[in-house]
């Protein structure tokens, strides 16, 4: 594949860091991602198997996603996603940033802040996305509310003008009318992108295509790669959709006259 007409405004299906491996230095402005939790290997507030029934029954991530089981031995996963934020790194250019999104947790009765995951990254601020609240089964701690964001700059890295005025706690709502099982609130990334100046922002852990969806719409280019067909068919039918809704939205003036 060849750098930028084979990955430019694309969803590429396939293992993201194959893909990333292929694309060369320096080459996007923003990565902007939620990649999968590791939550199947879990004996904390994650969810371990055989849920079939019990606390976790119903929920849409009982059985991982689609093409990806989310349950690897947490080494093995704390490794892989360190080297898909190296990867990110090599990719973003001199003023560039990763906005990484992840979820604390509770393993053994000790809190783990992913510092197996980070380790020498540069993380520069930790965004608190703040949820809605939802089912607390354990009586040994609160309900959990937020998930983290890291901000994990090149040195040459700065906001939008009047980026900075946000705070760095978000509270959005997660997303509720959407296929996938755990899917970026749109407010969320709008949030993101709008206050930086990337043009090209790559999403290696696409899902249905909402980094994607919100690029668009604010004129920006987007990468997206994932394993799973079936989302990423989901999100090219989100950006045609959005494509069709811009285009008539531009066209209805001149219907008026
Ligand atoms: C938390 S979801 C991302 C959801 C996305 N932010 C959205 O708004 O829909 C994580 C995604 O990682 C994908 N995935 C798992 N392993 C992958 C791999 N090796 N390469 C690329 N994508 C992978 C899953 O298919 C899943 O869609």
Redesign the pocket.
């Known amino acids: 594949m060849k750098f930028p007409e084979d990955y430019i405004n694309k969803i590429i299906c396939?293992?993201?860091?194959e893909i990333m491996r292929q694309m060369p230095d320096n080459c996007i402005d923003l990565a902007v991602?939620?990649?999968?939790?590791n939550l199947k290997n879990s004996t904390g507030n994650g969810m371990s198997a055989n849920t079939k029934s019990g606390k976790w029954a119903g929920n849409p991530l009982q059985n991982g996603?689609?093409?990806?089981s989310d349950n690897i031995p947490a080494d093995e996963y704390a490794d892989w996603q360190y080297n898909c934020l190296k990867e990110m790194f090599r990719l973003i250019k001199d003023d560039g940033a990763i906005y990484y999104n992840h979820k604390w947790r509770v393993q053994d009765g000790l809190i783990q802040d992913r510092k197996d995951i980070i380790r020498d990254m540069p993380v520069r601020q930790i965004i608190i996305w703040r949820r809605k609240g939802g089912f607390n089964f354990n009586p040994g701690y609160y309900l959990p509310t937020y998930e983290v964001i890291y901000l994990i700059p090149k040195p040459k890295f700065k906001l939008a003008t009047k980026g900075n005025a946000c705070g760095d706690v978000w509270e959005f709502t997660q997303?509720m009318k959407?296929e996938?099982p755990?899917?970026?609130p749109v407010s969320l990334i709008e949030r993101i992108i709008s206050t930086t100046n990337a043009k090209i922002i790559l999403?290696?852990?696409?899902?249905?295509?909402?980094?994607a969806v919100v690029a668009m719409g604010l004129k920006r280019e987007y990468i997206g790669?994932?394993?799973?067909p079936d989302?990423c068919n989901l999100a090219e039918k989100r950006i045609s959709k959005n494509k069709v809704e811009s285009e008539l939205l531009a066209i209805k003036p001149a219907l008026l006259f």
Request: proline share 12%; glycine share 10%.
């Open positions: 396939g293992d993201s860091l991602t939620s990649p999968p939790y996603y689609s093409h990806y997303e959407n996938h755990a899917p970026f999403d290696p852990f696409s899902g249905s295509g909402t980094t790669i994932d394993l799973s989302y």
